[in-house]
């Protein structure tokens, strides 16, 4: 098997900011869900699973096509990405939920 070669799959300046776009993206989109829906717990552990799923195309990465790995470590970045401020925003809820804050 061939060695990838980053520069036939994306310039270079997009393949450094794509794990960061990933990130954000997830953590925006699922941001926005957990605001509306309040169900933090079930969003955590949904993405706590996809996570460790998208970690077997890592694994076994020497027989996949690459894109197949690039692919899922950038979905992975937007599965992982979004766990910490998803549960800072449950922390920040517990402490002060939102119904004692309002007038």
């Known amino acids: 098997m061939g060695w990838l070669l980053l ?3 994306m310039p270079f300046s997009m ?19 957990v605001d509306r829906t309040r169900k933090y717990k079930g969003v ?14 890592l694994g076994i990465g020497e027989g996949l096509d690459n894109r197949i790995v ?6 992975m970045g937007a599965a992982v990405g979004p766990i910490q401020p ?17 007038p």
């Not at 690039?70 to 979905?75: D, T, V």
């Open 44 to 57: 955590t552990i949904a993405l706590f699973i996809a996570s460790s799923l998208l970690l077997i195309p």
């Open 15 to 33: 393949w450094i900011r794509s794990p960061q776009l990933m990130i954000m993206g997830g953590s925006i989109v699922l941001g926005t869900y």
């Open 7 to 9: 520069a036939d799959l």
């Open 70 to 75: 690039l692919a899922s470590l950038l979905a």
């Open 86 to 102: 998803i549960n800072a925003e449950l922390a920040v809820e517990v402490r002060a939920p939102i119904y004692l804050s309002m």
